[in-house]
């Protein structure tokens, strides 16, 4: 079902309005957790948004930050304690360190956590209904939609690796 068809006009303007305002995806799902009691997935949200035409303005290109020396190369590195192997940050702006877990969240086909820098550090899942699910170590964290684009491009590549 839906979300949009359970909403009230009252609450798809108050969505409307924060969209004006400035908000992401991010932050509009928080709101409609805190303010709305409406628990929905960063997925639904963006599912949500196309549904009740609502265009989010656009977020302005970060400031291009100098290229690291020429010929330096991260290797991946393996944390033998907990059998978690991550692989390297991708070249953009905004990075997302993704590793997998070794033992799967239950009812997960894939799980692990996403290191944005900075100790903003969340748990993310796949689950078989192919909803991706992400649960922030910090309650106060959320991922801004240029670090989410980071995530997703850094676990599109740990799931073709892992054959998903």
Same mark, same amino acid.
């Given at each position: 079902?839906? %979300?949009?068809?359970?909403?009230?006009?009252? %609450?798809?303007? %108050?969505?409307?309005?924060?969209?004006?305002? &400035?908000?992401? +995806? @991010?932050?509009?799902?928080?709101?409609?957790?805190?303010?709305?009691?409406?628990?929905?997935?960063?997925?639904? *949200?963006?599912?949500?948004?196309?549904?009740?035409?609502?265009?989010?303005?656009?977020?302005?290109? $970060?400031? $291009?930050? @100098?290229?690291? !020396? !020429?010929?330096?190369? *991260?290797?991946?590195? !393996?944390?033998? =304690?907990? #059998?978690?192997?991550?692989?390297? @940050?991708?070249?953009? /702006? *905004? *990075? =997302?360190?993704?590793? /997998?877990?070794?033992?799967?969240? $239950? &009812?997960?086909?894939?799980?692990?956590?996403?290191? +944005? #820098? &900075?100790?903003?550090?969340?748990?993310?899942?796949?689950?078989?209904?192919?909803?991706? #699910?992400?649960? @922030?170590?910090?309650?106060?964290?959320?991922?801004?939609?240029?670090?989410?684009?980071?995530?997703?491009?850094?676990?599109? #590549?740990?799931?073709?690796?892992? &054959?998903?």
């Amino acid at each position: 079902m839906s %979300q949009s068809k359970s909403l009230s006009p009252e %609450q798809i303007s %108050q969505i409307q309005a924060w969209a004006d305002e &400035g908000d992401g +995806f @991010p932050e509009i799902q928080k709101k409609l957790r805190d303010e709305l009691e409406i628990r929905i997935t960063y997925l639904e *949200t963006r599912f949500l948004l196309e549904d009740l035409k609502i265009e989010l303005k656009p977020v302005p290109e $970060p400031e $291009p930050q @100098p290229e690291a !020396a !020429a010929g330096a190369v *991260t290797a991946p590195e !393996a944390d033998s =304690a907990d #059998g978690v192997e991550d692989l390297p @940050p991708n070249d953009e /702006v *905004t *990075t =997302a360190r993704v590793s /997998v877990d070794a033992l799967l969240r $239950p &009812g997960a086909i894939i799980s692990g956590k996403v290191d +944005f #820098g &900075g100790g903003n550090v969340a748990s993310w899942w796949l689950d078989q209904m192919g909803r991706l #699910g992400m649960d @922030p170590m910090d309650n106060g964290f959320r991922p801004s939609e240029a670090q989410v684009l980071a995530f997703q491009n850094e676990l599109r #590549g740990v799931i073709q690796k892992n &054959g998903l």
